[in-house]
């Protein structure tokens, strides 16, 4: 069994909608007026400069934050009083704090992405669930499933990230940077996961990424940002200008394999 035949089907629709969205404090927007959707199936990129509330978008989306103005909706409610969030995976951009240091496994650290609260019957459980596995399968990380997770490269910790991300048959997968610190072989390996996870599985993906050339190959759709929206559309739509703009200095971007045989 794959991950899209656990997943089934999802209605097309709207997974993700900013409207009018502005978030600040100390009377500065952070981000102000964004406003764009994220329909069910689409591979949507932020890009824009350091601090230009890309970061923020995500945390507005996982209802981290609320809006100071406008709204932000994960499938028609409000992101801050979402419920259902088995239907959106998140993948942060490095693994912190108890999971370098504590000597979690591979596998415990995917689990981890079942829980629910304390479970009182979970000592009489044997061996790891089914969604675990298949997960651990579908990026290449099951023959690691006993390996601690701080004996991992980056690009392979990305990978049981993203494994977590998954056991709970997520909708949408929002990813913050998840390519910052891997190398390049662990990046081909990253998006190609990305873009099966997309093109197959049907899961809508939003990620945050600094990687231009990566984003024009592999991304659908490109949301620029600098506190405000500057471009947003097909990622084959975006000129160099546009860019230049966006980071402030000439953009001049090569993009190899621009029309990849999977698009």
């Known amino acids: 069994m794959t991950v899209n035949e656990r997943n089934g089907s999802s209605a097309n629709g709207v ?48 209802g981290l934050v609320n809006p100071t103005r406008g709204e932000v909706l994960l499938f028609g ?13 998140y993948v942060p951009q490095t693994v912190e704090g108890i999971h370098t240091q504590f000597p979690a496994t591979v596998e415990e650290i995917v689990s981890h992405g079942l ?8 000592f009489w459980k044997l061996g790891i669930p089914e969604s675990v596995r298949i997960s651990m399968e579908a990026v290449g990380v099951a023959n690691l499933r006993k390996r601690r997770i701080s004996a991992l490269s980056t690009g392979q910790q990305q990978r049981v990230l993203i494994a977590r991300s998954l056991v709970r048959d997520p909708k949408i997968l929002l990813l913050d940077e998840p390519e910052a610190g891997v190398d390049a072989a662990g990046q081909e390996q ?6 099966r996870l997309n093109t197959e599985d049907g899961i809508t993906i939003l990620m945050v ?21 500057v471009f947003h559309g097909p990622a084959h739509h975006i000129t160099q200008r546009e860019l230049s703009d966006l980071y402030g200095l000439p953009m001049d971007v ?10």
């Open 15 to 62: 997974n993700l909608e900013f409207r009018n969205a502005t978030y600040g404090y100390e009377a500065i927007d952070v981000v102000k007026d964004i406003s764009f959707t994220v329909e069910q199936g689409d591979f949507v990129a932020l890009l824009g400069p350091n601090g230009s509330g890309k970061t923020t978008l995500v945390r507005l989306a996982l």
């Open 209 to 229: 990424s600094h990687d231009i050339g990566a984003v024009m190959r592999e991304a659908k759709t490109v949301a620029c940002i600098n506190r405000t929206l």
């Open 77 to 89: 409610a409000q992101a801050h009083r979402f419920r259902d969030w088995h239907q959106v995976g």
């Open 254 to 263: 090569l993009v190899h394999d621009l029309m990849h045989e999977h698009r």
């Open 190 to 195: 990253l998006y190609s996961i990305l873009r």
């Open 115 to 122: 829980y629910k609260g304390f479970d009182p019957t979970r």
